[in-house]
């Protein structure tokens, strides 16, 4: 169960970060289509630029401002062209008039000659004066973005005779058109991360969340995740140039679906996980009524048999391999108790074997004790008679040695002669050395007899 939880857990994370990826990679290739996209109108305002600086009709007719036979060249270019509004700028930064197509595809006509009220601003011409050739600028203005391309127009003789001015607005029509075709949701920012349009005016109440991230990376690949209309989205913020200007296009692309599959995969996986859940219960019902409760009755009664002297039996309750088993262990529990009871028979046989054999050990070695002691006894005896006989016979030479000294002293006591005589009778010379001899002789039998 724990490794299939974990390899369905391991699936959902995996199959949420490759949808992810697609996503990150929907988002990128949006980008990439709409940096494409404002890179063609860069090409394109250039090459038109170049083609109406070097129409001498327009040339003579900006010179001399001309603007009724300017209006009639500049809307067969409108015709043919993707932006919103052509201009024409005279030199001291006036406009002649302004052309641009409506909704409905209808050629819209501005004309304030002479009126310095619409004149570019002086920090305009002075970046005018500046680029030699052209100028691109991204401007906001009434709460619109205009991607502006200003091209100077020369007289034959080389000197300026004003400014073809095109401009691209991201008004919100536009921007939700452009939304519709990717399919994703679309906000603008203009460099300095203020927000500028959108696709959905819900993204309003998320704009300081977008200008944050602008004004942090300045270029963000790395989408996020923002709710619009109530709906996850995934956004990628990256920064599109425009010439020597630029500006930053967000793109989100829906999480729904996203979170849709993954959710209904998280419910499956529930689903199986909790029907799997119900059966291994029920799998774990089963095994211990039919199995574990049975073995668990037969490791009772063996744990009895070593405790117990009488016949243990388990009831047998199925005809099932435990039904068996259960069997063969009350055919051996009988056979136990019939070998522990021939056993225990044997083993009162055998003690009082053991009781007699100690008991005709225990006189036999009585027996040999009182031989071993009778010979000792004789030993000893032998071993003081020598020493006792032999101290014995040195008694009567002792008593004669003695009775002869005797005489020697009485003899002293009457005469010299007598003395003399004396000493020779009894061989007092022999007697004296032969006194302590015989006395060193019982000496040394009586100390053998300790």
Do not use: C
């Not at 923002?226 to 920064?239: N, R, W, Y």
């Not at 005589?421 to 009894?426: G, I, S």
């Amino acid at each position: 169960m724990v490794p299939l939880t974990f390899l369905a857990g391991y699936s959902i994370i995996k199959y949420r970060e490759s949808i992810k990826h697609e996503l990150f990679l929907r988002i990128g290739s949006i980008h990439r289509l709409i940096a494409a996209r404002f890179d063609g109108y860069q090409r394109e305002f250039k090459e038109r630029s170049d083609k109406l600086g070097k129409n001498r009709s327009l040339i003579y007719f900006l010179s001399t401002s001309n603007v009724m036979a300017a209006e009639k060249l500049i809307a067969e270019w409108l015709r043919k062209f993707s932006g919103s509004k052509i201009s024409l700028i005279r030199e001291d930064g006036v406009f002649l008039f302004s052309m641009e197509l409506d909704a409905e595809g209808q050629i819209q006509t501005f004309r304030e000659l002479g009126k310095d009220t619409y004149k570019l601003s002086d920090h305009m011409m002075e970046r005018l004066r500046t680029n030699a050739d052209d100028l691109y600028l991204v401007v906001k203005t009434r709460g619109e973005v205009h991607l502006i391309h200003n091209q100077r127009v020369f007289r034959e003789n080389g000197q300026s005779a004003g400014y073809i001015e095109q401009v691209l607005t991201l008004s919100p029509e536009y921007v939700q058109q452009l939304a519709q075709k990717t399919g994703a949701e679309i906000f603008v920012l203009d460099n300095d991360g203020r927000f500028m349009a959108s696709s959905d005016p819900d993204l309003m109440r998320n704009k300081d969340v977008f200008v944050k991230r602008v004004l942090e990376l300045k270029k963000v690949n790395n989408p996020f995740r923002v709710d619009v209309s109530g709906k996850p989205h995934s956004f990628s913020i990256e920064q599109v140039g425009w010439g020597s200007d630029s500006f930053f296009v967000g793109i989100g692309v829906s999480r729904t679906y996203l979170d849709d599959v993954t959710q209904k995969i998280t419910l499956a996986f529930m689903t199986v996980a909790g029907t799997m859940i119900v059966l291994l219960v029920f799998m774990v019902i089963i095994i211990t009524r039919f199995i574990l409760n049975p073995l668990y009755l037969l490791v009772e009664a063996t744990q009895k048999l070593q405790s117990n002297d009488q016949v243990i039996e388990v009831e047998v309750t199925s005809d099932t391999e435990i039904g068996l088993l259960t069997e063969s262990f009350n055919q051996m529990s009988r056979q136990i108790w019939k070998t522990r009871t021939d056993l225990l028979d044997k083993i009162k046989e055998l003690e009082t074997a053991n009781q007699n054999y100690r008991l005709a050990q225990a006189q036999l070695l009585q027996s040999s004790k009182m031989a071993s002691l009778g010979q000792l006894v004789a030993g000893v005896a032998h071993e003081l008679n020598n020493p006792i006989g032999f101290i014995s016979s040195n008694i009567g030479y002792l008593r004669d040695y003695v009775t002869a000294l005797n005489r020697v002293v009485e003899a002293a006591h009457r005469s010299v002669e007598e003395l003399e005589n004396t000493k020779r009778e009894v061989d007092y010379e022999y007697i004296k050395e032969d006194l302590f001899t015989s006395l060193n002789s019982s000496e040394e039998g009586a100390k053998r007899t300790k």
